[in-house]
Nanobody, 127 residues
Framework: QVQLVESGGGSTQAGGSLRLSCAAS??????????VGWFRQPPGKEREGVAK????????FYGDSVKGRFTISRDSAKNTVYLQMNDLKPEDTALYYC??????????????????WGQGTQVTVDS
């Protein structure tokens, strides 16, 4: 069983920064072999793909709304994936989730492509 635990959420002013962490655990687990994504869900809206990082080469992809502001990275030794969020805007306010899928990533950043999910961490950006 794979468990994902997000942390690092909180409140900040517009223009501020936060770094989210997604710590993974499980029996005989190697997080570097998983495709990992970050998603967010504002109140009353659908879940949106924010970023993903591929296994192995650690190639990254981003949603259009966060390109140039957010960075996803992986520390394989710690079984942790990070989401560095800079120049935050009020529209970034949402519950942020990390998700993992064993093996390679599929095209796009779609919730249906990921098997394992964390419980989420709240990010609030005030104007």
């Amino acid at each position: 069983q794979v468990q994902l635990v997000e942390s690092g959420g909180g409140s900040t002013q517009a223009g501020g920064s936060l770094r989210l962490s997604c710590a993974a655990s499980g029996f005989n687990f190697n997080f570097s072999t998983y495709c990992v994504g970050w998603f967010r869900q504002p109140p009353g809206k659908e879940r949106e793909g924010v970023a993903k990082i591929l296994r192995g080469r650690d190639k990254t992809f981003y949603g259009d709304s966060v390109k140039g502001r957010f960075t996803i990275s992986r520390d394989s030794a710690k079984n942790t994936v990070y989401l560095q969020m800079n120049d935050l805007k009020p529209e970034d306010t949402a519950l942020y989730y990390c998700a993992a899928e064993p093996g390679g990533c599929r095209l796009g950043i779609k919730p249906t492509d990921f098997l394992y999910w964390g419980q989420g961490t709240q990010v609030t950006v005030d104007s």
